[in-house]
Nanobody, 124 residues
Framework: QVQLVESGGGLVQAGDSLRLSCTAS????????MGWFRQAPGKEREFVAA????????RYADSMKGRFTISRDNAKNTVYLQMNSLKPEDTARYYC?????????????????WGQGTQVTVSS
């Protein structure tokens, strides 16, 4: 079992930056692809970014390319999502997810473990 806990969310203004963290316990994350997803009120959960288990591949949703960066620190068993140039439409609850030996695909159903999420609110 893997427990994932997200942190780093908050209320920011448009144009600001935030770094989300996802820290795991129970298993080492080095064997897992990690993904970030988000869900805004009244909308479906959507893919944000992912990184393959061996860091060989990173993927981003088109609207996040160039603004968001996913990375991991295996020594800290933590995955990060650096978010720059935030926009009001980035407002959502952000979730991290883990897929055992995955390649970081954008399909949420592939992921085995999920955190509870952290709220990001961007004001205009």
């Amino acid at each position: 079992q893997v427990q994932l806990v997200e942190s780093g969310g908050g209320l920011v203004q448009a144009g600001d930056s935030l770094r989300l963290s996802c820290t795991a316990s129970g298993r080492t994350l080095s064997s897992f692809a990690m993904g970030w997803f988000r869900q805004a009120p009244g909308k479906e959960r959507e893919f944000v970014a992912a990184i393959a288990w061996n860091d060989s591949i990173t993927r981003y949703a088109d609207s996040m390319k160039g603004r968001f960066t996913i990375s991991r620190d295996n020594a800290k068993n933590t995955v990060y999502l650096q978010m720059n140039s935030l926009k009001p439409e980035d407002t959502a609850r952000y979730y991290c997810a883990a897929e055992y030996y995955g390649l970081g695909f954008s399909i949420s159903g592939r992921y085995d473990y999920w955190g509870q999420g952290t709220q990001v609110t961007v004001s205009s």
